[in-house]
């Protein structure tokens, strides 16, 4: 069972980052989560219990393509990753393409910091950059990841450019709080060549 919440006294932030599928019994810290003011600022979701089965049920029940992953520094849970290929969502492959043609194979991360306390630390690039090596590893056929921010999300667009993704677009995208403009940054980090 993991731990239901962080320890008061925090961990390790030299600890290592390490990914595991989301399970049922997270459920209630990911509420908090959600509701914490410095997520639901940008994620603008919601947390009753109907919406959280709406939203990670089937991938609790192995029915969606996309992955929910929990984020873990020395064991303890800090945050929220989803990972999925683009081209399991033809919606989202739609609403980005005025915008990118996006390579064969890509992938796409998104991710939260739920204790505040840890955000404005450099946890969110080595989070993001777990998601990416073991993205790459578990999609061979993957040639790049490719990830869209909300332009005044500027935290997030320099924790992308720290793991090593560039902006290579710009453009109109529905936004995932309808308080903010569909301004959009994509990033875009490829494959290493010595991976192959």
């Not at 509701?35 to 940008?42: I, L």
Request: aromatic share 6%; proline share 12%; net charge negative.
């Amino acid at each position: 069972m993991p731990p239901s919440a962080t320890p008061t006294d925090g961990p390790s932030l030299d600890a290592p980052v390490t990914l595991r599928p989301l399970v049922r019994a997270d459920l209630p810290l990911l509420r908090r989560w959600l509701a914490a003011p410095h997520v639901h600022r940008w994620w603008f979701h919601e947390t009753t219990d109907e919406a959280l089965e709406r939203d990670f049920g089937a991938g609790l029940r192995g029915e969606e393509p996309g992955e929910d992953l929990v984020a873990e520094l020395g064991g303890v849970p800090v945050g929220l990753v989803q990972r999925a290929r683009w081209h399991d969502y033809p919606e989202e492959v739609a609403a980005i393409a005025p915008i990118l043609t996006l390579p064969d194979g890509a992938l796409t991360v998104d991710y939260l910091i739920g204790p505040v306390e840890l955000t404005g630390r450099g946890l969110g690039p080595r989070i993001i950059a777990a998601a990416v090596a073991e993205g790459w590893e578990r999609y061979p056929e993957a040639t790049a990841v490719v990830v869209p921010v909300a332009a005044g999300n500027r935290a997030s667009c320099r924790a992308l450019e720290k793991a090593g993704f560039r902006r290579v677009a710009t453009g109109e995208l529905p936004p995932d709080n309808p308080a903010d403009p569909p301004l959009a940054h994509v990033h875009r980090l490829d494959r290493p060549a010595r991976l192959g």
